[in-house]
């Protein structure tokens, strides 16, 4: 089956630890993104790849940090520098080539992973 | 800065009844408006989406209303189900054809309750 897979499901990170969220797609998609998720804020872009060894920040990537080294796969590290870091995370992506016309330009997410910072 | 500001923040509504959420913007680029609904420890998923060229769609139960002088969008759910039970969220972005990337700005979401 296709789509997003993120893990951990839970972590539990002590201050001063750098952590990492990992996020796997196999739907063939060339964009991703990371968002953060906080009780009644919606949700927040920190980073999006549109395509490999390439990414852009998003509204609050202070204290965040991505790679893009494979189309699959676009982990998140929430360092110690990001003082309140938590949330629940959520990875997305879509098709993004400009022929693809047919695409509804739906985000697909993954089951998200939530960080608690002990 | 939010840009799409989402009520109410959560509702209750008996089976049967109507929801109503209502969406405002500011950035008059912004040409498409979907909804997400959101099960407790899910992500989200697609619900339903619309473009500024008309100003109504539905399906099934779910219809967006759009008002593009006025800014604002909103999602009615007919005949409320206990299923329906989530966190439903509004969000805009350019076209996203055009943009770099499907950057979705998304309002804070409301808590839908439907009592049996």
């Not at chain 1, 998003?58 to 938590?86: C, H, M, W």
């Not at chain 2, 219809?63 to 439903?88: C, E, R, V, W």
Request: aromatic share 12%.
């Amino acid at each position: 089956d296709g789509g997003i897979t993120q893990s951990p499901k839970y972590l539990f990170r002590k201050e001063g630890q750098n952590v990492t969220l990992s996020c796997e797609q196999n739907l063939n998609h060339d964009a991703m993104y990371w968002y953060r998720q906080d009780p009644g804020q919606g949700l927040r872009l920190i980073y999006y790849s549109q395509i490999v060894n390439d990414f852009q920040k998003g509204d609050i990537a202070e204290g965040y940090s991505v790679s893009r080294e494979k189309k699959e796969s676009f982990p998140l590290t929430v360092t110690s520098a990001q003082k309140n870091p938590t949330a629940f995370y959520l990875c997305a992506s879509t098709p993004r080539r400009l022929a693809d016309l047919s695409s509804t330009g739906e985000l697909f997410f993954g089951e998200g992973s939530r960080l608690t910072v002990l | 800065q939010q840009q799409v500001k989402q009520s109410p923040q959560s509702l209750i509504v008996q089976k049967g009844g109507i929801s109503i959420i209502n969406c405002a913007y500011e950035n008059t680029a912004f040409d498409y408006f979907p909804w997400y609904q959101q099960f407790p420890g899910k992500g989200p998923a697609l619900l339903i989406a619309i473009r500024p060229d008309v100003s109504e769609k539905k399906e099934g139960r779910f219809t967006i209303s759009f008002n593009k002088s006025a800014k604002q969008f909103s999602l009615h759910i007919m005949d409320s189900q206990p299923g329906d039970s989530a966190t439903y969220f509004c969000a805009a972005s350019t076209s996203w054809i055009k943009a770099a990337g499907n950057k979705l700005t998304f309002g804070g979401g409301t808590r839908v309750l439907v009592k049996p």
